[in-house]
């Protein structure tokens, strides 16, 4: 390792003598370049990132002069990528870079790319509200290429933050619009009672009855379209939707009767919970009086006849929130709305 960032800075003090030297303006940039190149190349192999992700800057300076556009937006690319082991900060302001170049060049789609990526690392830093800004970002640009696909993929994020921060009107919005576009898909349509579930826990949440009701009657004309179809062909489809919706409405139940923990599928999910990973510890007297293996056998039983070898674990239960966050709210609301009634009465 210590070789390679020798090589690495040996590489790079060769690059900058060639730009401070006396030459032809295209030779001597393309020569840094070269350089600099190496000398990145050897800085990520020492793993030394924040030198080798500087060094793809100096890079994409090179390309810059000699106007190779996309040989800049791709350096920068580079250098994002290890400055992502680093400095998230870093490694968004070189990607905003690389899209800036691209969108000059008219690479859109690899603009939009970026532009999700750049909402990924904001995700990743719970900065919740920069993440919609890119992922619309990302949305808009995969829609004008017609990448249908990842354009609601992106939505689809932009729809579960804004619910999370509890815009509902605005995640209602894009999981109707999802819904009716994805009608006249073949590859998509069959998501479309799932969009359109999302959208009426978003209702729900909003606990506006003139709302819900009107909705209801949306969904129920857009849900009409799919069965217009010949049954035989969605027979497997909506098999895997009801088995799959019958998961995540298990995962609701949990918070909304105020489960906090349950029986482990497996071995090591049985080791998890005595660890302590996955319940409190004041359940500690529950695990220790009921036997483990038991509870496992027991566990596989139910997920094998309920669901048809489609398990739920623990950690599936916990990665899957904002549904079971908005259901909660929808609980909270409810329960506030029989108060007044009792007070009134």
């Not at 190349?41 to 030198?51: E, G, I, V």
Request: hydrophobic share 45%; aromatic share 10%.
């Amino acid at each position: 390792m210590g070789d390679q960032i020798a090589k690495a800075e040996e590489f790079e003090k060769k690059a900058e003598k060639k730009l401070n030297s006396w030459g032809l303006f295209g030779s001597k940039y393309e020569d840094a370049a070269d350089l600099f190149d190496k000398a990145a190349n050897s800085f990520k192999l020492a793993k030394s990132w924040d030198k080798a992700g500087s060094t793809y800057i100096k890079l994409a300076n090179c390309h810059l002069k000699l106007e190779s556009k996309h040989e800049a937006a791709q350096a920068y690319v580079d250098a994002a990528h290890c400055y992502k082991k680093s400095s998230i900060n870093e490694a968004i302001s070189c990607l905003e870079q690389a899209v800036n170049l691209f969108c000059e060049i008219g690479r859109l789609s690899m603009a939009a790319r970026y532009f999700k990526e750049i909402a990924e690392l904001y995700e990743s830093e719970h900065n919740i509200e920069q993440a919609i800004v890119f992922f619309e970002k990302a949305a808009d640009f995969f829609q004008n290429e017609e990448v249908t696909t990842s354009a609601n993929q992106c939505k689809q994020k932009v729809a579960q933050f804004a619910a999370q921060l509890e815009q509902y009107q605005k995640a209602i919005e894009i999981y109707e619009e999802i819904a009716r576009q994805s009608l006249n898909n073949n590859l998509l349509k069959y998501g479309v009672k799932g969009h359109l579930l999302n959208a009426g826990i978003c209702q729900l949440c909003k606990a506006d009855v003139v709302a819900i009701t009107n909705a209801l009657e949306r969904y129920q004309d857009i849900a009409a379209a799919l069965d217009e179809e010949d049954v035989a062909k969605f027979t497997d489809v909506v098999k895997e939707f009801d088995s799959m919706t019958s998961l995540s409405l298990w995962s609701m139940v949990f918070c909304l009767f105020g489960v906090i923990w349950v029986m482990p599928r497996s071995v090591v999910e049985v080791m998890a919970s005595w660890m302590g990973s996955f319940h409190k510890s004041s359940h500690a007297d529950v695990w220790g009086a009921v036997p483990l293996c038991v509870m496992w056998v027991l566990w596989r039983e139910r997920n094998l006849r309920v669901f048809e070898g489609q398990e739920r674990t623990v950690l599936d239960l916990k990665l899957d929130p904002w549904k079971t966050t908005l259901l909660l709210r929808v609980k909270e609301k409810l329960k506030a709305k029989e108060l007044e009634e009792d007070d009134l009465t």
